[in-house]
C-alpha cells in the first residue's frame, strides 16, 4: 500500500527526465513463473511511520441525489494553522523490481502524479463512426444484439454492412493536434490519457501487429498518437499517457484462447505485449492506463513481467504511472494507483492513491450524436466530483469523446475551459496538496478540506455561500492570535471560458 496521503509527505524518488527519441528495450518475455530470471532483484516494502487520515463520518457525507450546487463553485478559504507537523516519510533508494506483485506494488509512485491532481480522458476510435449509444456499439449490435443498435443499423445502413466499414469513415479530417493541446492547457489539466486501443482493437498508431486495422492503414491515415504526443510535449506543461486496452472483443486468438479456458496464451504473445513494448518505446507515455482483461488472469497477461520490464528497462521507467487494471482479480489490488471501477469516488479517505475516471457525458464514453443537453455535467457538478476527489485523496481523469471528424465538441470545449477558470482561481486548493486529518466539515455542508502541511496551511472549499451569510466551519482548531484565514472570491462571471 502507499504511505497516507494526509500530514506525511513522501518525497525522494529517484527521478530523471523521460529520454527522448526511440531509446528503450524490446525484452525477451519474462513469465511470472520465471522466478525473476530475467530481473534479478526485488525491493521490500517497509511500513510507512504515517498515519492514515480519519475516513469521513457517514453522517457528515453530502447527500450524492442532487449533484448541482444552488450556486456556482468557486470558493477556497486557506487557514494557516501552526501545530507541529508528522516528520516526512524516508524516501526509497533506487532499486529492480521482480515479476511479482508483491515486488511490484512496493514501488513508490512518482510524485508528479499525485501533485497533478486532474488529468483528461480522450475516448476516440472507430466506434466514434456510428457515434450512437455508446463507445461499446460493436459488442452491443454484434454480440448482445441490443434492439437499439440493431434497429439503428437497420435504418441507416446496409444489410451487409459490417463493423469494419466504418474503419474508412473514420477519417479524423478536422483533427488538429495543436488545437487539443491548447484546449487541454487551457482546461487546467496536468496530464491526458488517450485511447490508443480500444476494445475494439483499432490502433491510433500504425501498430505492426494490427495490419489493416490501424490509424495509418485505414481511416485518417495519420499516426494520431505521434501527432497528439508531439503536441502536448510541444506547446504545453501536461503528462502524456496511454489507454491500452489488453484484449479485443472479436480477435480470433483472443477468442481461441478463451476457448481454451486461457491455458493457450497466442493473443498476448503475438499481439498485446508486442504492442505495448512497441507503445511504450515509440511514444514513451507517463501514464499507462491497462484496461480490459476480458476475463483472463494476469498470468495469462504476463502483466507482471511486463510491469517489471517498465519499472526496470524502459525509456520511462523513472517517471511512469500506471494502473490497477492489469487480469481478472487486479484491479484495486494490484499496480500503481487504484481506479477500483468507473466513476470510482468513495466519498472517504484511501489508504492507497487512486484516481476518479469519469465521463461528462453521463452515459458514454465516446461521444454521442443521439446525447441530449441534460445527459452532460454541468461544470458545478464537475467542480464537485474534482474538490471531493482530491479531498479524499485521489485524481480526477475526465472525459471527453472527439467527433468522428476529430472536433471537440462545443460541449466538451466548454466544460473543459471552465474548469480552466475555475482552477485559475483556486487551483492553490488542488494542486500538489495533501489530504488533511478531516475530508469534509461535520458543521456545514459541501466544504471539503485540503493541505499544504510545509507551509501549515488548511484550505476549506465550499462550494455554495450559506444562505445566512456566515460560513461556520467545525473542523479547524484555531489558536487564538496565531491562526490566520483569508477569503479567496471571485464573481460567478469568471467561470465563463
Not at 448541482?68 to 507541529?84: S, T
Not at 503528462?239 to 496464451?265: A, I, N, T, V
Not at 482483461?293 to 494476469?298: E, V
Amino acid at each position: 500500500m502507499q504511505p497516507s496521503w494526509g500530514y506525511c509527505e513522501c518525497p525522494g524518488e529517484w527521478r530523471l527526465p523521460p529520454r527522448r527519441g526511440k531509446g528503450g528495450l524490446f525484452p525477451s518475455p519474462a513469465w511470472s513463473g520465471d522466478s525473476g530470471a530475467a530481473y534479478s532483484a526485488a525491493i521490500k516494502r517497509k511500513d510507512s511511520p504515517c498515519e492514515a487520515a480519519p475516513a469521513c463520518k457517514e453522517d457528515s457525507r453530502p447527500a450524492r441525489g442532487d449533484m448541482r450546487p444552488r450556486e456556482l463553485p468557486g470558493l477556497a478559504l486557506p487557514l494557516l494553522l501552526l501545530p507541529p507537523l508528522l516528520p516526512p516519510c524516508p524516501a526509497r533508494s533506487a532499486a529492480r523490481f521482480d515479476p511479482t506483485w508483491e515486488s511490484l506494488d512496493a514501488r513508490q509512485l512518482p510524485a508528479w502524479f499525485d501533485q497533478a491532481k486532474f488529468g483528461i480522458f480522450i475516448h476516440w476510435g472507430v466506434f466514434s463512426v456510428p457515434s450512437f449509444g455508446s463507445e461499446w456499439f460493436w459488442w452491443y449490435w454484434q454480440k448482445e444484439k441490443i434492439l437499439k443498435y440493431v434497429e439503428f443499423m437497420k435504418d441507416n445502413y446496409p444489410p451487409s454492412f459490417k463493423y469494419e466499414d466504418f474503419g474508412p469513415l473514420f477519417t479524423a479530417k478536422f483533427f488538429n493536434a495543436n488545437q487539443w493541446a491548447d484546449i487541454f492547457q487551457a482546461s487546467g489539466a496536468k496530464y491526458i490519457v488517450l485511447t490508443s486501443k480500444h476494445h475494439e482493437g483499432f490502433t491510433l498508431w500504425g501498430s505492426e501487429y494490427s495490419w489493416n486495422w490501424n490509424a495509418i492503414d485505414e481511416g485518417p491515415k495519420r499516426d494520431i498518437v505521434k501527432e497528439l504526443e508531439v503536441a502536448i510535449r510541444n506547446r504545453t506543461d501536461l503528462r502524456f499517457g496511454l489507454y491500452y486496452s489488453l484484449f479485443e472483443w472479436f480477435h480470433p486468438l483472443f477468442l481461441e484462447d478463451e476457448s481454451s479456458s486461457f491455458h493457450k496464451r497466442q493473443f498476448p504473445v503475438s499481439k498485446t505485449l508486442p504492442e505495448l513494448y512497441e507503445l511504450v518505446n515509440a511514444y514513451q507515455p507517463e501514464i499507462l492506463w491497462s484496461d480490459g482483461d476480458g476475463g483472463a488472469p494476469d498470468q495469462y497477461w504476463n502483466s507482471t513481467g511486463f510491469l517489471a520490464w517498465l519499472y526496470n528497462e524502459s525509456p520511462v521507467r523513472d517517471t511512469v504511472v500506471t494502473n490497477d487494471r492489469w487480469g481478472a482479480g487486479s484491479i484495486c489490488k494490484h499496480g500503481g494507483f487504484y481506479t477500483c471501477s468507473d466513476r470510482y469516488n468513495p466519498g472517504h479517505l484511501l489508504p492507497h492513491k487512486w484516481e476518479n475516471c469519469m465521463t461528462i457525458d453521463k452515459l458514454s464514453w465516446g461521444y454521442r450524436r443521439d446525447a441530449g443537453i441534460s445527459d452532460y455535467l454541468t461544470i458545478e457538478e464537475l467542480v464537485k466530483q474534482l474538490v471531493e476527489t482530491v479531498s479524499c485523496g485521489g485524481n480526477l481523469l475526465m472525459n471527453i469523446g472527439p467527433t468522428l471528424d476529430g472536433t471537440i465538441s462545443v460541449v466538451f470545449e466548454e466544460r473543459l475551459r471552465q474548469m480552466g477558470s475555475w482552477l485559475r482561481v483556486n487551483g492553490e486548493a488542488i494542486y500538489e496538496t495533501h489530504t488533511w486529518r478531516s475530508q469534509n466539515d461535520t458543521v456545514t455542508p459541501d466544504v471539503w478540506y485540503t493541505s499544504k502541511p510545509k507551509e501549515k496551511l488548511v484550505y476549506a472549499l465550499f462550494l455554495k455561500w450559506p444562505t445566512s451569510g456566515q460560513l461556520f466551519l467545525g473542523q479547524p482548531k484555531t489558536i487564538l492570535g496565531a491562526t490566520q484565514a483569508e477569503v479567496q472570491w471571485h464573481d460567478h462571471s469568471s467561470l465563463q471560458p
